[in-house]
C-alpha cells in the first residue's frame, strides 16, 4: 500500500508511556520520504477531548471521508513508521488543514514561527 501525504491510516502507534495501541494518524511527511523510507512521518489523531497547545481540534468537512467520532490532531505525538505497520487506510485530510496542522506543530511544538 502506498502512503501519500495528508492520508489517514491505522497503525499502531506508540504511546508516551511505550504502550502500543491501535490510532489513526495523519502522514505528515511528503510523498518523495515517505517512498525513499518505506515509511512515513505521522501525527497521532485521538477522539478524547483535551485543551491544550498541542491539540488541533478537527470538523468533519476538514476530511475526505467523515471520521465515526469527533478528531483532535495530538501535534506533539509525530513518529516515523514503516509502511509495513499499516492496518488500514480511513481517507485524507483536505490540503488546506493539512498545512494548517503542519504550521501549528512548527509553531507550538517546535517554536518556530
Do not use: W
Not at 7 to 31: M, Q, T, W
Not at 41 to 60: Q, T, W
Not at 89 to 112: A, M, S
Amino acid at each position: 500500500m502506498s502512503v501519500y501525504q495528508g492520508d489517514i491510516v491505522e497503525v499502531n502507534f506508540r504511546l508516551p508511556e511505550g504502550k502500543f495501541k491501535p490510532h489513526p494518524v495523519i502522514v505528515i511527511s511528503n510523498n518523495d520520504i515517505n517512498e525513499y523510507e518505506d515509511g512515513f512521518i505521522a501525527v497521532m489523531l485521538s477522539s478524547s477531548p483535551k485543551e491544550d497547545n498541542y491539540s488541533y481540534f478537527m470538523e468533519n468537512y476538514m476530511f475526505t471521508k467523515k471520521p465515526k467520532t469527533k478528531t483532535q490532531v495530538r501535534c506533539h505525538l509525530i513518529s516515523l513508521i514503516p509502511e509495513s505497520e499499516i492496518i488500514e487506510k480511513h481517507g485524507e485530510v483536505k490540503k488546506q488543514y493539512l498545512t494548517e496542522i503542519i504550521i501549528k506543530i512548527t509553531q507550538d511544538v517546535f517554536n518556530i514561527d
